[in-house]
């Protein structure tokens, strides 16, 4: 069984260390080197230029914004979904999903359209007598497409654990006279919280590394870290800049997947 498990494992295997250990070597290599091959870590402590830190900073804010946001509006529709029906709480998921299967670019372009001063919005509103609305190019406009693309990575995590919640035991709090909302505090919530954390990671993340977004909705006027490194790649073709930048991005990521497989088997055990 073993022999024939690693069969199995060998092309998945292969295209671990084709795309994911020698791209990671070769991006630490770039960060921690000279252009002569030498040793260093000003490419890595360029992060503390006043530029770079600032387009750091601005995309950790944005970032926890849009998370905050994506919670806030994931977690009453997760609990909808899973109060619902088995048949239709999966064909409402399956509805909240289809839109993830068209093309990230175009679902950005989409609401870069929606959203120009002279964009199907504005034209509805004028012709309406009402007063236009002109966040394109400006922060929210990032945190609406980050809202926007990243919200069902919120909701599945939260309805995955809240669906295998078991209702005999919110029914017995109920029965012992606890109210709807310490029901939620005391047991929902707490129950959850493993969800809770996948989803913060999965939104906050990839919103920490975006670059697309600010381009198309923040009109290149709005430098986030992903834009950074995108320029130190694409125009300056600064392969060391753009990979010392990259592995400060990387030093997130590991806390966030740390915090999460944490918290992970702290919920397999609770359910």
């Given at each position: 069984?073993?022999?024939?498990?690693?069969?199995?494992?060998?092309?998945?295997?292969?295209?671990?260390i084709g795309f994911i250990i020698?791209?990671?070597?070769?991006?630490?290599?770039?960060?921690?080197?000279?252009?002569?091959?030498?040793?260093?870590?000003?490419?890595?402590?360029?992060?503390?230029?006043?530029?770079?830190?600032?387009?750091?900073?601005?995309?950790?804010?944005?970032?926890?914004?849009?998370?905050?946001?994506?919670?806030?509006?994931?977690?009453?529709?997760?609990?909808?979904?899973?109060?619902?029906?088995?048949?239709?709480?999966?064909?409402?998921?399956?509805?909240?999903?289809?839109?993830?299967?068209?093309?990230?670019?175009?679902?950005?372009?989409?609401?870069?359209?929606?959203?120009?001063?002279?964009?199907?919005?504005?034209?509805?509103?004028?012709?309406?007598?009402?007063?236009?609305?002109?966040?394109?190019n400006t922060p929210y406009a990032?945190?609406?497409?980050?809202?926007?693309?990243?919200?069902?990575?919120?909701?599945?995590?939260?309805?995955?654990?809240?669906?295998?919640?078991?209702?005999?035991?919110?029914?017995?709090?109920?029965?012992?006279?606890?109210?709807?909302?310490?029901?939620?505090?005391?047991?929902?919530?707490?129950?959850?919280?493993?969800?809770?954390?996948?989803?913060?990671?999965?939104?906050?993340?990839?919103?920490?590394?975006?670059?697309?977004?600010?381009?198309?909705?923040?009109?290149?006027?709005?430098?986030?870290?992903?834009?950074?490194?995108?320029?130190?790649?694409?125009?300056?073709?600064?392969?060391?800049?753009?990979?010392?930048?990259?592995?400060?991005?990387?030093?997130?990521?590991?806390?966030?997947?740390?915090?999460?497989?944490?918290?992970?088997?702290?919920?397999?055990?609770?359910?």
């Open positions: 069984m073993k022999s024939k498990s690693k069969v199995l494992s060998t092309p998945y295997t292969i295209w671990a020698i791209p990671l070597i070769m991006v630490l290599y770039y960060a921690f080197t000279e252009k002569d091959g030498s040793f260093s870590v000003s490419y890595v402590a360029a992060i503390s230029d006043p530029t770079n830190f600032k387009a750091l900073m601005l995309s950790i804010v944005l970032s926890l914004i849009s998370t905050i946001i994506c919670l806030l509006l994931a977690y009453p529709l997760a609990m909808i979904l899973a109060s619902s029906g088995v048949d239709r709480s999966g064909f409402i998921v399956f509805i909240f999903i289809l839109p993830m299967w068209m093309n990230f670019l175009l679902r950005t372009l989409a609401w870069q359209t929606l959203l120009e001063k002279t964009g199907v919005i504005n034209s509805v509103l004028k012709y309406l007598h009402l007063g236009q609305i002109n966040i394109i990032i945190v609406l497409g980050m809202v926007y693309n990243f919200l069902p990575f919120m909701v599945l995590p939260i309805y995955n654990i809240l669906a295998k919640i078991d209702k005999n035991v919110l029914n017995a709090a109920r029965d012992l006279g606890a109210n709807e909302f310490q029901v939620f505090l005391r047991i929902t919530f707490p129950l959850s919280i493993p969800g809770v954390i996948s989803g913060i990671t999965m939104v906050f993340v990839p919103a920490l590394t975006t670059f697309v977004i600010s381009d198309l909705l923040g009109g290149s006027k709005i430098l986030l870290i992903g834009n950074v490194i995108e320029q130190e790649f694409k125009q300056t073709n600064n392969w060391h800049a753009g990979s010392g930048l990259s592995f400060v991005l990387m030093i997130f990521i590991v806390v966030s997947m740390l915090i999460t497989n944490k918290y992970d088997k702290e919920g397999g055990a609770v359910l």
